[in-house]
């Protein structure tokens, strides 16, 4: 079992084993090289928190004492629309992200469109290849979409300088607006969570945005992480998003906000598909007798719990609310991919 005391983690053992505690020198991950020998089964061992985990409590710690106030918004996310349509985006992924096993011949067509002006595409490194869309691209690309239309959450918090000599005592805060939508992802690492920054993801389209995920994503299982500098953003992402439910059925997670990290965050649970007896999806009744003759019915729709903490300094709970409802507009409705020219 594993408890956290303090600035230690303790590895308790049977309590009918002896109370000695010994503290190493070790990271969490060697543990069970310490455990190895019968003798080493008789005491506790206490480890020190290392490297990511150290840096998790340090953030926790000043974000508990309201460093950064929160504020939560939880809602969910109709993707029965989107769901339909990923066999025609997964039977048209351009060829240069599909693996050289599955691309089609080049026989396969008569006529080379580039024969006038031939054009040099960009190699795809095989980390970053794929067969099969998910949703978290899809996903991605309709929230950079709402934050084109919301400048306020392609901000980051710029704090007042207060070590140069002579430097204004009473100088304001301020936040910067980016041209463009840069979101950091969590990924999950041998050496704790990681968060590399996806950046211009409105103008990348859902192809090459799943072909950055899937890479990151690979360097991120290597052991140790092979994650670089140039992954990790110094700005960092004005948004994070944690996909929480890719690792277990949830529907909701309220992620944590840390000083001088992204503006909102929100964790995306698992979709799951669930009876829906809204309004929308209620049987229309007949024109007579209306309150005698109207039959229940409803729809099996595919829903995802979204849940949001925004730093409450700077977002207004109205804010929060309205650009999830931009952002619901665009996963709900993909016409608007279409008419925007996506």
């Not at 090289?33 to 710690?61: G, T």
């Not at 050496?191 to 103008?203: A, E, I, M, R, S």
């Amino acid at each position: 079992m594993l408890a956290r005391t303090g600035r230690l983690i303790a590895l308790k053992s049977r309590p009918r084993t002896k109370s000695h505690v010994h503290t190493w020198e070790t990271d969490i991950q060697d543990v069970d090289k310490l455990f190895s020998s019968k003798s080493s089964r008789e005491k506790d061992i206490v480890v020190e928190l290392e490297n990511k985990k150290y840096e998790m409590w340090k953030d926790n710690i000043k974000s508990q004492n309201l460093e950064v106030p929160h504020f939560g918004y939880s809602t969910t996310l109709d993707l029965t629309a989107l769901h339909l349509l990923l066999p025609k985006f997964n039977s048209n992924i351009p060829k240069r992200y599909l693996p050289p096993s599955e691309r089609p011949s080049s026989s396969a067509s008569q006529v080379n469109p580039l024969a006038l002006c031939p054009v040099e595409e960009a190699e795809v490194s095989e980390s970053g290849q794929y067969t099969k869309l998910t949703y978290l691209p899809m996903l991605l690309k309709t929230l950079s979409k709402a934050m084109e239309e919301w400048p306020l959450f392609r901000s980051s918090i710029t704090a007042p300088s207060s070590s140069p000599s002579g430097a204004n005592p009473e100088a304001k805060p301020a936040l910067t607006i980016r041209p463009n939508a840069d979101i950091a992802i969590d990924l999950s690492t041998s050496t704790g969570v990681y968060t590399p920054t996806l950046q211009n993801v409105n103008l990348e389209s859902m192809y090459s945005i799943s072909s950055r995920i899937k890479h990151l994503t690979h360097l991120s299982r290597q052991v140790p992480p092979q994650l670089t500098p140039n992954d990790i953003s110094q700005r960092g992402g004005t948004i994070t998003v944690s996909n929480i439910g890719a690792l277990g059925k949830c529907d909701f997670a309220q992620p944590v906000l840390v000083p001088g990290g992204s503006l909102a965050s929100v964790a995306l649970g698992r979709a799951m598909w669930k009876w829906d007896v809204e309004d929308d999806y209620w049987m229309v009744p007949d024109d007579d007798d209306y309150y005698e003759r109207r039959s229940r019915k409803g729809e099996r729709r595919l829903k995802m719990g979204v849940c949001w903490s925004a730093d409450r300094r700077v977002v207004e709970g109205t804010e929060l609310a309205a650009f999830m409802e931009c952002w619901r507009g665009w996963v709900e409705k993909l016409e608007w991919l279409i008419a925007g020219g996506v």
